[in-house]
């Protein structure tokens, strides 16, 4: 850098900083410029508050309005409420909130609105599928609901909200049951309340309804009030098909005997125009109960197919309860059909219910023998044998040796039809125009007469037989304790036995193959060729062919059926079958032949009976009159 260059540079700097001491602000200057700054920041700072003042005004001012629009809008409702529930329009608004009762045998789960019953779970069940078994689950068409009129508003407490104090979850103990009280308020002296209460060890839900204080409030003029009980019964088996002809609605008139409704078809509806004590939703193996610990004077009953897959069949009542009663004292027994568990039932002391009517053991006799013999058998059995499938085979062997006797008796009745057959023979043969059939009908029933024998020896100690095996028929497809109880291949005694499914339905069949069914036919089969039913010339080829169709015909109708009467059935044929090849090894049939000569002989000079001779003088009668028309036609013809 040159001398010239450097005093340029200095001479600039000189002249800039003297600028600028000449330019500097006063003091004077300097206070009012700060004198500005500070009043347009005081004014910005007002402008700010100003507006943040603005703001809370603004929101003061759109609360205020929202509180007259809600103050507005509430009263609204209140009064549409009031014009629709009247003195209960208290109960009109709330949550809804579930409240669980439980024991050692079920859950029931209730709920705060309309203080009804939502779902019932039994402990110590399965469905068919292994889930947990509900007897009654939740769905929008469950419902029990009481129907009244307080004044002129007809009130259903379905869509009433209730009041509950209480624990969420109630549990029974051995010395407190669990209960749930409910209160639908119309003041602080008045309401409506539900009562619930839950014993342990019980299937008994005891339900009480209470108008306190509402005399002035639910009319007086009015005959009854009404209780709706609405509920599908759910599919809980394996084959649906046995299971919906076993559901539907049962009932007890007081003193009277249990009626069916609605097993069987896809609708039926019933009045019932009396004094009812308890009406029943009935499955297969379990069942939901209403009992009045008084009675119901009239209801209407309605059972209708259900269009879904999980349901069977969709059950309805409208029970009328006496409007003139302070509380209405009822209970709902939901749990399973068990002959023992429902005997025993009572509300009160000398209770006779007869809830044990609705397990199908059958009527009169045939209920006798399921009552009386099979199911104290098969309990005494039961209380030191666990398999359910050596209870059956010691069950049939008790059986049949108690039937022994008449089957000996019926065995050696055939025999000795048997033996005289060469002599009925010859009286065909002696008789062999068709004009002398009342010739040869006479003459051989002057043979068993001698003989001491009877055509219908043989059907008589069969026929006394039959109680006892179709109380069977009966007693093991109702048998609870049946259900899911396995043996051999068998996992459900009280359902088929599938060892093969098609996948297409046969008619007249089904979908799959039943191992204990095909068996049972099969010695059936082997049982009426031993017995020699088949080789019988007596028989007519009619009924030859209808012997060798009905071991195919019990084919087709028991593939569906519980496989534990199937195995009941192939076990009895096959004792029936050995008892045949003993007592016919046994029997001397030429010895058997020897004494009815013996008795032909002996009787040949005895006078006839009255009967047996008042019968041959009508036989003799009707064979004048028939020869007496032949000779007419015969001149008639000329």
Not at 527 to 535: A, E, N, P, R, V
Request: net charge neutral; with cysteine.
């Amino acid at each position: 850098m040159d001398k010239n260059t450097l005093i340029g540079i200095t001479l600039c700097i000189a002249i800039f900083i003297g600028f600028s001491i000449w330019n500097r602000p006063s003091e004077e200057q300097l206070a009012m410029q700060k004198h500005y700054r500070d009043s347009i920041a005081q004014v910005q700072q007002r402008q700010k508050e100003a507006e943040y003042l603005q703001s809370r005004l603004r929101d003061s001012i759109d609360r205020a309005t929202a509180t007259v629009g809600d103050l507005e809008s509430d009263s609204a409702k209140l009064a549409q409420y009031t014009a629709q529930f009247g003195k209960f329009a208290p109960a009109a608004t709330g949550s809804s909130r579930d409240i669980v009762l439980s024991n050692n045998n079920m859950i029931v789960t209730l709920s705060t609105k309309g203080a009804m019953i939502k779902s019932v779970q039994l402990k110590g069940y399965k469905t068919n599928s292994g889930d947990s078994l509900f007897v009654m689950k939740r769905d929008a068409q469950n419902e029990i609901n009481l129907d009244f009129f307080a004044g002129n508003n007809a009130i259903s407490t379905k869509n009433l909200f209730f009041t509950y104090t209480g624990s969420d979850y109630e549990s029974a103990t051995s010395d407190t049951p669990g209960k749930a009280v409910f209160r639908a308020m119309v003041d602080e002296n008045s309401w409506l309340e539900f009562a619930y209460s839950l014993a342990n060890d019980s299937y008994i839900l005891d339900y009480n309804i209470t108008f306190h204080n509402l005399n002035n409030v639910v009319n007086q003029n009015s005959s009854f009030i009404d209780l709706t009980w609405n509920q599908f019964l759910p599919v809980l088996e394996r084959g649906n098909s046995w299971e919906y002809n076993n559901s539907g609605i049962c009932y007890k008139y007081q003193g009277d005997d249990v009626e069916e409704v609605g097993l069987t078809g896809d609708h039926a509806a019933e009045r019932l125009a009396g004094s009812t004590d308890w009406i029943a939703y009935k499955g297969q193996f379990f069942s939901s109960i209403l009992i009045s610990k008084s009675t119901f004077p009239n209801a209407q009953i309605e059972v209708q197919k259900s269009s879904s897959h999980d349901n069977l069949k969709y059950t309805a009542s409208r029970i009328a309860l006496p409007s003139n009663a302070v509380v209405d004292s009822m209970a709902f027994y939901f749990g399973p059909n068990k002959f023992k568990i429902l005997k025993e039932i009572q509300l009160a002391e000398g209770d006779d219910l007869d809830l044990e009517d609705i397990v199908p053991l059958g009527w009169s006799i045939i209920g006798v023998c399921n009552r009386y013999l099979i199911i104290p058998l098969f309990n005494w059995l039961g209380s030191f044998i666990s398999s359910y499938g050596l209870i059956i085979l010691l069950m049939t062997l008790t059986v049949k040796l108690v039937l022994l006797p008449l089957t000996y008796k019926s065995y050696k009745s055939t025999a000795a039809m048997r033996v005289l057959k060469p002599q009925v023979e010859e009286l065909n043969k002696k008789f062999p125009k068709q004009e002398d059939a009342m010739k040869k009908q006479q003459a051989t029933m002057e043979l068993y007469r001698k003989a001491g024998v009877s055509p219908m020896g043989g059907c008589l100690p069969m026929l006394l037989q039959m109680p006892v095996l179709i109380a069977l028929f009966r007693f093991f497809p109702a048998s609870i304790e049946l259900r899911q109880q396995s043996f051999l291949w068998s996992d459900d005694l009280s359902a088929y036995d599938s060892i093969l499914d098609f996948g297409f339905n046969i008619p007249f069949y089904g979908d799959h193959i039943s191992l204990f069914a095909l068996l049972m036919a099969g010695a059936m089969l082997l049982q009426t060729k031993i017995s020699g039913q088949m080789d019988s010339g007596q028989q007519m080829p009619g009924m030859k062919l209808m012997m060798y169709m009905m071991p195919v015909m019990m084919l087709l109708w028991f593939n569906d059926y519980s496989s534990g009467l199937t195995y009941y059935y192939f076990l009895s044929n096959i004792i029936a079958i050995l008892q045949i090849v003993f007592i016919r090894n046994n029997m001397d049939e030429a010895a058997i032949l020897a004494k009815l000569n013996a008795k032909v002989a002996k009787n040949s000079g005895k006078k006839k009976s009255g009967f047996l001779a008042r019968l041959e003088e009508a036989q003799r009668k009707q064979m004048q009159m028939l020869e007496e028309q032949n000779k007419k036609k015969g001149g008639k013809r000329r």
